[in-house]
């Protein structure tokens, strides 16, 4: 299956006769579907700090594939002392994108696992209000910049999420799992969106999960009869363990396609190393000493690499797919799952993203005639393109 749809144009001169029999080139602006990737790498740079070149050239190695950065919103980094939040920098990152003409996204809003210590000491209704606060003022802040979010995530472990002491001095129990305990993971969800949808009511908000069980399918299905307004369903697929193959990756996307939403595939990443032990329950758990990239690592990464993005790109629910991570370097878990070597090279993998995106996804400016009437046909995917002559131009959005 292919996404491309052909479009019927009409060009006319600026006094309203058909611009007939006459050549023009066709060029593509934008892509509606977001192939994205993690922007965290290249915040330092939209801040001016590159001091050996490294920042910007893996930001051209990122611009020549992607059109959707993710930016973090990690709270417990984001806010660490109350009060003091880190705006100024990702309001430079979140700008930084935008100019270049990519789309930005946020991540998350509300997450138990870095939720900041300074929640423990209050009461659950402090954690509530405490909660909306800070999307209210993130939200409406960041809004004509950020335009899709995550607004909560992997809530079907979250009431049950247990970290006492595990994470950076923690000393009592996460406090918005305490919430989530006490409140009902429905009501938790419904006081998120609520809030998110009040502070920018244009936004795309995404409730997103690595639990693609039954767990999460009753949820949602609980979500959507309490009418809370999630606009797509976000699904995480970090295979360090091996790709899923193409039976189980369209039987996820078959199970959550019924709902009705869009699928983003907010989390994906392939290993180009050893991979991970299957035995291996919880991904944190895999903590090696050392873990490289391998030639033969990197060719089984490009590999499913592309089988991956067919697959997902031939079914009509998905409409974004973010790769976590463009380099090795800072990688999650430590795991070469990056596109980008650790010196700085590009792995086969990110050669097959480009060929993919830029080549065969994409239209490239290309010649065409019209004909006697003035029509002539646009064949690409959903997007915006020029389509242009001497002395005229007309702007199609091909839906």
Known sequence: MTRARAHDVVLTHPDGRPLADTEVAISQLTHAF??????????????GQDADGSAQALADLWLDVFNTATLPFYWRQFEPERGRP??????????WFAERGVRVKGHPLAWHTIAPTWLQPLSTDEVGAAVRARIQRDVTTFSGLV???????????????????????????NALSRFCRERGRIATVRMVFDEARAADPRATLLINDFNLGTAYECLIEGLLEARIPIDAIGLQSHMHQGYWGEERVLDVCDR?????????????????????PAEIEDLNDYQPASWPSTPEGEARQAEEL???????????????????????????????AGLVRLD???????????????????????????DAS??????????????????????????
Request: net charge negative; glycine share 10%.
């Open 256 to 276: 959550f396609a019924r709902y009705g939403l869009p699928l983003h595939w907010t989390e994906t990443t392939l290993v180009s190393g050893d991979l991970m």
């Open 147 to 173: 335009d899709t979010w995550d607004v909560i995530n992997e809530v079907v472990i979250m009431p049950v999420f247990a970290n006492e002491a595990a994470l950076e001095g923690d000393v009592g129990p």
């Open 34 to 47: 977001g192939f994205g990737s993690t922007g965290f790498e290249l915040v330092d740079l939209a801040n």
């Open 306 to 336: 592309e089988r991956h993005y067919r697959t997902l790109t031939s079914h009509p629910a998905v409409e974004a797919i973010t790769y976590w991570g463009l380099p090795d370097a800072g990688a999650w878990l430590g795991a070469p």
């Open 374 to 399: 003035g029509h002539l046909t646009l064949t690409g995917w959903p997007g915006e393109y020029r389509v242009a002559s001497a002395g005229t131009e007309q702007i199609v959005v091909i839906t």
């Open 344 to 370: 700085g090279t590009p792995k086969p993998g990110y050669d097959t993203l480009k060929r993919l995106i830029r080549d065969e996804w994409w239209v490239a400016p290309t010649p065409a005639r019209t």
């Open 86 to 95: 880190d705006t100024e920098r990702l309001l430079a990152a979140a700008r």
